[in-house]
């Protein structure tokens, strides 16, 4: 890999921009409103699927109304033919009897279901309203956070845009392959560029093998890539090592 060291460079920029968005409780921010918003989309999906349920029962209850009335109507006609004198014969008013007593066995179960259809539907609208309720709290807390988050990235947007710039400066540098593998890489695993130190990858922690080691000291390499993970590895000399270490710590302080 060309350009190794602007490569590292690059991304020596990219954790500045995360550390100053760090400091200033950006990422945290960014963090709670994305947990926020799965929560959101879980309870929204959850809402719909009870609302789905509720509609279902609502229309077996209509269903169970609409039998109920063509039972009692029934029962009432039967009723009417038995008491009405007309029918004499024992066997023709035990079978009326018997349509009468079945219709209302009939007409207690339905009544029955429907009673467990208006439970259940009470307890889906109990639990649609208690959903809405938290879906709105969701959003007040997403509203304030984002204003919380607008702030803080105008506190920061000067420091950030000089940092943006120097990165836009190095990519004109970079070739356009080489920019583009970068920011593949950094969309799946971060960080794309570790240093050498002998024994594992920074990255992935994976141990290097013994010839991938011999390797890079034999032929005095500046840069290869993880057998594991497949990041890049750039050989800083002990000098230079040195120098970023106090570079650090002058940050610090």
Same mark, same amino acid.
């Given at each position: 890999?060309?350009?190794?060291?602007?490569?590292?460079?690059?991304?020596?920029?990219? !954790?500045?921009?995360?550390?100053?968005?760090?400091?200033?409780?950006?990422?945290?921010?960014?963090?709670?409103?994305?947990?926020?918003?799965?929560?959101? !989309?879980?309870?929204?999906?959850?809402?719909?699927?009870?609302?789905?349920?509720?509609?279902?029962?609502?229309?077996?209850?209509?269903?169970?109304?609409?039998?109920?009335?063509?039972?009692?109507?029934?029962?009432?006609?039967?009723?009417?033919?038995?008491?009405?004198?007309?029918?004499?014969?024992?066997?023709?008013?035990?079978?009326?009897?018997?349509?009468?007593?079945?219709?209302?066995?009939?007409?207690? *179960? %339905?009544?029955?279901?429907?009673?467990?259809?208006?439970?259940?539907?009470?307890?889906?609208?109990?639990?649609?309203?208690?959903?809405?309720?938290?879906?709105?709290?969701?959003?007040?807390?997403? !509203?304030?956070? $984002?204003?919380?988050?607008?702030?803080?990235?105008?506190?920061?947007?000067?420091?950030?845009?000089?940092?943006?710039?120097?990165?836009?400066?190095?990519?004109?540098?970079?070739?356009?392959?080489?920019?583009?593998?970068?920011?593949?890489?950094?969309? $799946?695993?971060?960080?794309?560029?570790?240093?050498?130190?002998?024994?594992?990858?920074?990255?992935?922690?994976?141990?290097?093998?013994?010839?991938?080691?011999?390797?890079?000291?034999?032929?005095?390499?500046?840069?290869?890539?993880?057998? %594991?993970?497949?990041?890049?590895?750039?050989?800083?000399?002990?000098?230079?090592?040195?120098? *970023?270490?106090?570079?650090?710590?002058?940050?610090?302080?």
């Amino acid at each position: 890999m060309k350009n190794i060291d602007m490569l590292w460079e690059l991304q020596q920029l990219d !954790n500045k921009i995360i550390e100053i968005e760090k400091d200033a409780g950006i990422i945290d921010l960014k963090n709670d409103v994305a947990s926020y918003k799965e929560t959101y !989309n879980k309870l929204l999906i959850s809402t719909k699927q009870i609302a789905e349920q509720y509609k279902e029962k609502d229309a077996q209850a209509t269903q169970l109304k609409l039998e109920i009335i063509d039972i009692t109507s029934k029962i009432a006609d039967t009723e009417e033919k038995l008491y009405a004198g007309e029918i004499t014969k024992p066997k023709a008013l035990s079978q009326l009897q018997k349509e009468i007593d079945d219709g209302k066995a009939l007409l207690e *179960e %339905n009544n029955k279901s429907l009673e467990l259809l208006r439970s259940e539907n009470f307890t889906y609208i109990k639990q649609i309203k208690r959903y809405k309720a938290k879906l709105e709290h969701i959003k007040v807390k997403v !509203n304030e956070c $984002n204003n919380m988050l607008d702030e803080k990235m105008r506190s920061t947007e000067e420091e950030l845009a000089h940092i943006q710039m120097s990165i836009e400066a190095l990519k004109e540098s970079l070739l356009p392959d080489e920019v583009k593998f970068y920011y593949t890489k950094k969309a $799946n695993i971060y960080p794309v560029v570790v240093p050498y130190k002998e024994d594992s990858c920074e990255g992935c922690q994976m141990q290097f093998s013994m010839i991938f080691t011999q390797s890079i000291e034999k032929y005095n390499l500046k840069s290869c890539t993880c057998e %594991n993970c497949g990041r890049l590895i750039i050989v800083i000399k002990e000098q230079e090592q040195e120098q *970023e270490q106090e570079q650090e710590q002058e940050a610090q302080v």
